[in-house]
């Protein structure tokens, strides 16, 4: 589906084709997340966070690459189409290895096909499918939507009555395979499990908000007409580059460090540390922001995988794709929940702060107040619409451009300090939750049926 997507989208004339291909490929790639939990149990437990990293190893040759090679594939006619035949060729070889090389156990929890097809939780499936799209609809309509507006409060309403009722037939249900057993929830007082699942939820939050950050401060503050294309290229892979950095020191050295529940405290405490950091922001310390993107990305590389391990040792082997559909679930909610709260933050005290110290700078430098009025409405638009508003002197403009950037910076030191709240609670998780310490061993879950060890498998 993943192949169909990309290749829908790359053949479209139109933006509804577009749009559906994406869908397709969007869809498709949720089932190639399990990869996150696949790859890993091939593996000793003692390495299950290298297999994580690996399993996410394309991804980081995308986040460093897809940035630069799509801003050049946007300005040059319709190479961007090209971006998503090589995504169709790239799912295309995964599907041709996958059908010659991997043989995975038919039954790995021993259940014949026919009763695991009668047992499985189509109720559940049906309450909580609908749920958690429809509440991340309502949540991301905040961002370009009034709160109050009937197309966020719909959605987010009834996505939450549905998610409450999965929630009662998870717990009094009579289905035979439920889709969140709540045993799994419990265990150890939810320390193995529950604990690791928040904070999965929670790391992600710190990726998007770094990502609303720091592109606008590039956007705002770094780049200007006569900034070179190599060089506006280069400000985004900081960040970028940071997550990679903080993936393979986990690789690395998380094996020989061990003490797991410490080093993911460390890297969550120097996580939230950075990205609050990010409130020093002004329009003119640009080294000292890129330094920051690129320590906080680096420890939130190692925290977030470090976190995914954590849920994936918390359950039964038996259970580990439910562990790993529910971090799935995790990452891709906390993400978009964190771009509605982070985006509405920076908008609404971006303008607050603008619509009252853009026109006291353009008066002072000489404007009236209908000019300066007309010149707090262009700014956002460009040099264009600028250009346009009666009255102006450069005098005026650059007065203004100053305290909206400042505007700016202001908007952007909130965002940060609100990202401190969510990170105190994640940290707090950290030290609760269960250590893993005695899972990292040698002993391999689960082996390919055209493995050599296939016979050690429980269940075939």
Known sequence: MAALGMLISATAKESMQFTAGLAIAGWGGGFCQMAMCSIPELMPNRYRHIGICLSDGFVFVIVIFGPVVGRYAIDDGDSWKYIYYGGFVAQLISLVALACLYFPPQHPKGVPWKEAVRGLDYI???????????????????????????????????????LILFGFWENFGWVTYPLCPPRIFRSHKGREFTVPFIIAFIVTMFYYGINVIYPTMVNVFYITPTTSRGYELALSLPGNIGLVFGACLLIAFGDLFRNYRTTLSISWAGMVLFGGLMALVTPYNKGLMIAFAFLEQTCFGWAQYLSIAFTQLGVHQHDLGMSGGLAGVARYAGGSLAQAIYVSILANTQASRAAITVPEAAIRAGANSETASALLAALPLGSAAIAKVPGITDEIVAAASTAFQWSYAHGLKITALSSLSFGGVGLILCLMTENIDKKMTQETNVFLENDIHASKNEYH
Do not use: E, R, W
């Open 124 to 162: 559940g499936t049906l309450l909580v499918v609908p749920g958690v799209c429809l509440a991340l609809v309502g949540i991301i309509n905040t961002t370009y939507m009034s709160a109050s507006s009937t197309m966020v409060i719909a959605p987010l309403v009834v996505g939450i009555v549905l």
